[in-house]
């Protein structure tokens, strides 16, 4: 359809009509545009007195035209014909402006966001409006042509100035096969082989916070992206009070990282937080790319980890529950008809739709899940049965929990230098020299704002936690945060329906921590066992005091006095 886009209001009939006008004056595909249209721009435009823009496809077609600058009518990346950091979007803009200067910093960074072939910039004076002439001609006096480059220090280079007959001088199609070969070699060279997704990374920050605390935040955000087996290209940090409501970033970091996202050659975005529906989807329209949010990034690893029934289960349910809130539709746009008593009218829309089968999915998962409590509940009684003291490890993600259950029982759970990479609990019984038994556990790592989607979805599991007789609180002696990693455990222990046991803090990867670390924990805790659980280190020292437990309380007589 035909229309008028940017700066519409006050438009004169006639004016339409020239505007409208231009849809029918197709272009040559050799030449960037011909002198007799350039200078139909330049009549509208004096008679306007306002920028006229209009962007044309590969056929020399038409497709849009706007008034206003390159800027103010940029055309949204999702509405773009071609996507692509390799190549361009297939739309070359032709636009007018009334100064003499070659294109400003906005309407070049609106060349760079939208991927344009070309943008060709036409000055147009305003000589016969001002001797209030009965016909102003719009007479075109410079001319600059600007395009991409596979260069991000460069991004872009504009021509010096030329004349109005230039422009059918240089051949357009021949101009943009090589442009665009620059382009599919530059990236060709820069592709990873792997497959991984290619990740910018964006976060807001408090003023307040630290330059370290804020790296650390960050670091945090790429161990998840690389968890969940994407690549790190870039990362955007700003510091502000709240997040945009609209956008989550403010506007000019938006233009900032869609830049990024196109220079990079990024296919997602990934943001340090929960955004709202309208966020996420504002800001996948500005910066043309997938977005994610913590959230959700949290989810796809937890899916990429999930191997048994349960965890597949577990997964799904807070996959769905997280889904739910954020459907949208179009209401009665797609409304269906029914074809019997009762059916008649509006009938339901698909967005009820889609919530209806959601719901229903979820309430089925949810009696499956509550399936699986009772079935754990029982084997949690036979344990009992046997008179077993049971231990849980809880902490912080990665904070090598499999790995201090293999060193103890000789287990062998999964071990990865990953976060989540333990889902599934796996209870193992080990044996201490003095003769006493215990089973200990093993459980899902934890991480600061843990969505409560997966909190709510796994509690078949961390009811494990709840039942235990004493929690194993590791943590990662080597990680500067540990203090903070702490506090976010307790947290979600604080957090449980069910009061838990007495806790035991145990500092794991001793061997690389450093001596102002083992000081520090010293310090405040100083009750704490000191471990590596990959070397061995002080892992007699915790079997005599596990042993101990086990033969001087049994299973229900641990309270928090005695650890």
Same mark, same amino acid.
């Given at each position: 359809m ?21 849809y029918?004056?197709t ?11 350039a ?18 496809n ?21 509405? %773009?014909?071609?996507?692509?950091? &390799? ?32 943008l ?20 075109? +006096? ?13 991004r ?38 792997? +497959? ?33 087996? /994407?690549e ?8 502000r ?21 196109? &220079? ?14 309208s ?22 690893i ?6 048994s029934?349960?965890g597949? %289960? ?6 769905l ?7 949208? +539709? ?7 008809l ?58 912080y993600t ?11 029982? /000789? ?70 945060s540990?203090?903070?990693h702490?506090q ?22 001793? &061997? ?23 070397? +061995?280190?002080?892992?007699e020292?915790?079997? &005599? ?6 033969r ?12």
């Amino acid at each position: 359809m035909e229309k008028i886009y940017g700066q519409t209001r006050g438009l004169k009939s006639d004016q339409e009509r020239q505007l409208l006008d231009l849809y029918r004056r197709t272009q040559p595909t050799e030449v960037f545009c011909t002198p007799e249209f350039a200078e139909r721009l330049g009549a509208i435009t004096a008679d306007l007195e306002e920028a006229v823009s209009v962007y044309i496809n590969r056929r020399g077609q038409v497709v849009r035209v706007s008034i206003g600058t390159p800027h103010q009518t940029q055309i949204p990346a999702h509405e %773009l014909p071609r996507q692509g950091a &390799e190549r361009l979007c297939g739309l070359r803009c032709l636009s007018t402006q009334l100064t003499g200067d070659s294109p400003n910093q906005s309407d070049l960074t609106a060349l760079a966001l939208q991927r344009l072939d070309a943008l060709v910039t036409l000055e147009v004076s305003l000589e016969g409006k001002r001797r209030q002439s009965a016909a102003p001609t719009g007479f075109i +006096g410079q001319v600059y042509i600007a395009n991409l480059v596979p260069e991000p220090e460069v991004r872009w280079v504009v021509s010096a100035p030329l004349r109005l007959l230039q422009l059918t001088s240089q051949d357009f199609e021949q101009f943009l096969r090589a442009l665009e070969e620059e382009f599919r070699t530059q990236w060709a060279t820069q592709a990873t082989e792997s +497959g991984r997704e290619r990740v910018v990374l964006v976060g807001i920050f408090p003023p307040q916070m630290t330059q370290d605390a804020l790296q650390r935040e960050l670091e945090e955000l790429e161990q998840l992206v690389r968890s969940a087996g /994407g690549e790190v290209l870039k990362t955007f940090g700003q510091r502000r009070g709240r997040p945009d409501p609209r956008t989550y970033l403010g506007q000019g970091k938006v233009t900032e990282v869609a830049l990024g996202v196109q &220079e990079l050659g990024a296919n997602l975005v990934v943001v340090g937080e929960d955004l709202s529906a309208s966020q996420s989807r504002n800001l996948e329209q500005a910066v043309g790319v997938r977005v994610v949010d913590r959230t959700e990034l949290i989810l796809d690893i937890f899916a990429r980890r999930a191997h048994s029934h349960e965890g597949k %289960l577990q997964v799904e349910l807070a996959q769905l529950e997280y889904l739910l809130p954020r459907l949208m +539709g179009h209401g009665q746009a797609l409304s269906r008809l029914g074809g019997g008593i009762g059916t008649r009218g509006p009938g339901e829309t698909k967005l009820e739709t889609d919530r209806r089968v959601i719901r229903q999915r979820i309430s089925h998962l949810q009696r499956q899940v509550n399936q699986l409590q009772a079935h754990r509940d029982r084997l949690r009684h036979k344990r009992q049965h046997h008179d077993l003291p049971v231990f849980a490890l809880v902490g912080y993600t990665n904070a090598g929990k499999s790995t201090l259950l293999n060193a103890l029982t /000789g287990a062998d759970a999964y071990v990865a230098d990953q976060l989540f990479a333990t889902l599934d609990s796996t209870t193992r019984r080990v044996h201490f020299p003095s003769g006493e038994r215990a089973l200990i556990t093993d459980t899902v790592g934890f991480v600061h704002d843990l969505p409560p989607q997966l909190v709510d979805a796994f509690r078949a599991t961390l009811e494990e936690i709840t039942q235990a007789d004493l929690l194993l609180h590791v943590v990662d002696l080597s990680n500067p945060s540990w203090p903070e990693h702490i506090q976010a455990v307790e947290q979600i222990l604080a957090q449980m329906p069910v009061a838990c046991g007495p806790v035991h803090l145990v500092f794991n990867k001793a &061997e690389s921590a450093s001596i102002v670390e083992w000081d520090k924990a010293r310090e405040r805790h100083s009750q704490a066992i000191f471990v590596s659980a990959l070397t +061995g280190v002080g892992l007699e020292k915790l079997r &005599e005091k596990l042993a101990h437990y086990s033969r001087e309380f049994g299973p229900y007589a641990l309270t928090k006095q005695e650890i």
